[in-house]
């Protein structure tokens, strides 16, 4: 399964449930903020889980973690003009290739300041 199913599975599943389906940029302001602080909800379930040993449950939370990040980036992408989120992780995953750990201060280096920033 590819990003790209995630995000189009999530769009179609909100509009068949009749959720929140921004009209327009404030709209999908509000919507993103809804989806952060869900995305945090399900990152304190995993919490739980993972404090509670439910190993079984732990995949399940971890996905619902998945989907929501999925979502914001797709709010970003059609309402922030961002690119799709599968480009931004193969940057990300090329540039934590460059990055060396530095063993004294336990941290990895930021070579050109750091992702994004340069
Ligand atoms: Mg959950």
Redesign the pocket.
Known sequence: MKIKDIQEWEKDFVKRKGLLSPKNKNEAEELLKIAFLKLV??VG??SEVVLKKRFKEIP??VS?IIIFACKIGKIVEDYYNQPPLTEILKKKIEYSEKRKYDEKSLSFDKPGGGFGKE
């Open positions: 909800e399900e379930e995993l399940a939370e619902d």
